[in-house]
């Protein structure tokens, strides 16, 4: 299971590289192609709008399985083990209870929006807010599997600790150890 994991969030480092190249690319060509020869790619703005929404919500993720994001743990990291745990369950059952309304929404806006289409693509508006449906079955993935390393008592203290202080603290994704967030 935990192969499945890893090769999971590969696919999703590697799709955000190759939508960020493309943003790149069509963008950049975009902006040659008019200033240059008076002409353009008119799909660019469209498709980098979609791809940067898809982007954003797959970096949620990320963010999420490596615990950077920002936040605020100066009680939580004074209280004892019980009471981090305590705050631990507390927060992951709320942040569970949002992912899953964004779930349900964001599939109400894929159903509502599939059938229209992009003036310049014709590409389904719907595609747009698929992004946020797929985030949030990988926030409860992830969310999911840290309450039950919680539950079952195999969620160290630096698990129970969900977010960091500052972005220089942020962990890296290229490196194997995840560094401590109080430091």
């Not at 299971?1 to 790149?24: D, P, Q, Y």
């Not at 929006?113 to 719907?126: E, F, K, Y």
């Not at 747009?128 to 990988?138: K, P, R």
């Not at 539950?151 to 962990?171: F, I, K, M, W, Y």
Request: charged letters at 15%; one cysteine or more; glycine letters at 10%.
């Amino acid at each position: 299971m935990e192969r499945l994991g890893k090769l999971a969030l590969l696919l999703l480092r590697m799709f955000i590289v190759a939508a960020m190249t493309a943003m790149i690319v069509l963008v950049f060509l975009n902006v040659v192609l008019r200033y240059g020869f008076n002409s353009g790619i008119s799909i660019s703005e469209e498709l980098s709008r979609t791809l940067f929404v898809w982007l954003s919500f797959t970096g949620a993720v990320l963010a999420m399985y490596d615990h950077g994001h920002l936040g605020v743990d100066s009680l939580v990291r004074r209280m004892p083990r019980g009471g981090q745990v305590a705050c631990a369950i507390l927060c992951d059952a709320l942040m569970l209870f949002c992912a899953g309304l964004l779930m349900i929404g964001s599939w109400k806006q894929v159903v509502i929006n599939w059938d229209n289409a992009a003036p310049v693509s014709g590409l389904p508006i719907g595609l747009t807010h698929l992004a946020a449906f797929v985030c949030s079955i990988g926030l409860i993935l992830v969310i999911g599997a840290h309450l039950l390393r919680i539950l079952t008592g195999r969620a160290s203290g630096a698990d129970l600790v969900q977010v960091v202080d500052s972005e220089d603290l942020a962990p890296n994704p290229n490196a194997d150890i995840r560094p401590e967030a109080g430091r």
